[in-house]
């Protein structure tokens, strides 16, 4: 029988500075970290990996990856994994879903069983603020 990962209920702490990292590579700094605060108060949500890759655009990670090999040596050891922090994307306007920590471990989950659900914390980017016209 394969075996199937388990997961913490809560993110690691060092996650939401590792997401705010990757986030602040494509948002200004203080943006992401907006972003990233956001990310901490919601609440967990299941997705499936299959779906999650799909709305990222980011392709599987093979086994041989050395930090999805890492996460399956996890699950082999039966350590919990952490759950992943995800930006949702906006299909009207062509930007996708953005997994801004946790990619290796959905790469890991999806060989595993594709259809598992992952846990996830998920949260939009904040809306634009436009200053009013000057009169």
Known sequence: MAKREHWK?????????????YLSLSLAPDLAD????????????????????????LPVLGTDNPHVARDLKKVDD?????PVLVVRGDLLHGR??????????????H????DADIPC??????APTVA???R
């Open 34 to 57: 907006q972003v990233v605060a956001a990310l901490r108060i919601e609440p967990i949500v299941h997705r499936k990996a299959k779906d999650l890759l799909r709305a990222s655009g």
């Open 9 to 21: 209920s809560e993110p690691d702490d060092h996650d939401y500075p590792a997401a705010s990292d």
């Open 121 to 126: 914390r998920i949260t939009d980017l904040p």
């Open 132 to 134: 009013p016209a000057d």
């Open 96 to 109: 996708p879903l953005v997994i801004a920590d946790g990619y290796h471990r959905v790469c890991a989950s």
């Open 111 to 114: 060989h595993l069983d594709e």
């Open 78 to 82: 039966g350590q919990k994994l952490s």
